[in-house]
């Protein structure tokens, strides 16, 4: 793998400073595609991001997760439902 970067996003595989986080290392050929997946380069920009996203209440995410036909419940926190979400709308099953 020529010039490996980590990459970051909202997770749960990493806990730092910045907030839960998952991580991967790919190519640098391939580092824009996983950027407009949702990926960011550094985990300060996961936070940005998270801050930004934070508006979106609780009911909004069970909508979105019901439409989805997501499986939750009360134990389930908004980041990994959020993370959820978003994986089922980039095509991943991450539940």
Known sequence: MKNPTML???GSML????GDMDYIIVAESE?????KM???RLPS????????????TRA????????????FDGR??????????????N?????
């Open 91 to 95: 095509g991943l099953d991450k539940t």
């Open 60 to 71: 909004e995410l069970e909508e979105k997760a019901r439409e989805l036909k997501i499986k």
């Open 15 to 18: 806990r730092t400073d910045s």
């Open 45 to 56: 920009e996961v936070k940005e991001d998270a801050i930004a996203d934070h508006a979106q």
């Open 31 to 35: 580092i824009e595609s996983h950027i």
């Open 38 to 40: 949702g990926w960011y």
């Open 8 to 10: 970051y996003r909202s």
């Open 76 to 89: 389930t926190s908004d980041a990994k439902l959020a993370a959820n979400i978003e994986a089922a709308l």
